[in-house]
């Protein structure tokens, strides 16, 4: 899925180029294998990034096969072994991790075939020189009666190069499988960055973020996310009340050592070290 969320930006500064340029610039063979080159490079950095962190949580998590953290759609089912039974509008879902693994492989696949399918158009067999007959100015244009019949219903809906079949496809998938991401990744951020798994969320189901976010929070523990709103929702009930509440960790109040923080215990790393080496305070602090 990164691939082609990383793909948009370089074919859309490439295309623009050549189309203020018409095409003088750069050849189609340029054009394709830097517009290819540059996201597949960003994919293989993410991919080592994720699987680096997946495998450490994994590690702490004493789940086997980390391998699987390394290898692409497999890394996204690895994922629910961390995050375990996600939630979705209150309902549990025991294989979010293999759906979205499933849709992501099926979304890459439609997605070649129509990258496939474009490259092919490309060619000049299926262009035709027009003269403008106020300008005098010659381009090539794509002539649609020039592609074979049984290849439109694919490309285009109508006689015009607007959006096809492919197009409305790959787009309606594309937002299922950002609803599974979403599903699966809250359900992992909420075990492994309580104080702010949406914004984690959101970087890595929508945004080509989330090898950065899994690498960033790879030594956090995991923490039980209801039983954190739990001890939230009786703290507040206590203040709303008038009591007091009782001091944490045996410390009085006011004493040499003062209050402890209240969620201390849903905090920390998965190893015994001390807060300034990492641990839940800020998921990005290594970058």
Avoid: H
């Amino acid at each position: 899925m990164e691939f082609f969320e990383w793909l948009f930006v370089p074919q859309l500064i490439l295309t623009m180029i050549r189309f203020y340029s018409e095409g003088a610039i750069m050849s189609d063979a340029v054009y394709f294998s830097i517009v290819f080159s540059i996201p597949a490079a960003l994919y293989i950095v993410c991919l080592i990034i994720g699987g680096l962190g997946l495998s450490r949580m994994a590690k702490f998590a004493g789940i086997g096969n980390r391998w699987m953290a390394f290898v692409p759609f497999l890394n996204t089912y690895y994922a629910q072994k961390l995050g375990g039974e996600a939630s979705v509008f209150g309902a549990k879902m025991k294989r979010a991790g293999l759906y979205a693994m499933l849709i992501e492989i099926f979304y890459v696949v439609l997605n070649a075939f129509s990258i496939a399918l474009s490259i092919y158009l490309s060619q000049g067999a299926f262009y035709e020189e027009v003269t403008d007959i106020e300008t005098g100015v010659t381009s090539s244009v794509f002539n649609l009666n020039r592609v074979p019949a049984n290849m439109r219903w694919a490309y285009f809906m109508t006689n015009d190069t607007g959006f096809g079949v492919l197009d409305i496809t790959t787009g309606l998938l594309g937002l299922v499988l950002v609803f599974f991401f979403c599903v699966l990744y809250n359900s992992v951020f909420k075990k492994y960055y309580i104080r702010s798994p949406f914004l984690l969320t959101f970087l890595s189901a929508v945004l080509p973020g989330r090898a950065f976010c899994l690498y960033a929070v790879r030594n956090n523990a995991p923490v039980d996310y209801d039983a954190y709103l739990r001890r939230m929702r009786e703290e507040a009930a206590r203040r709303m009340q008038g009591t007091p509440p009782p001091p944490y960790g045996g410390a009085p109040t006011g004493g040499s050592g003062g209050p402890q923080e209240p969620f201390s215990d849903f905090g920390g790393t998965a190893e015994e070290t001390p807060p300034e080496s990492g641990g839940n305070d800020s998921p990005f602090s290594d970058f």
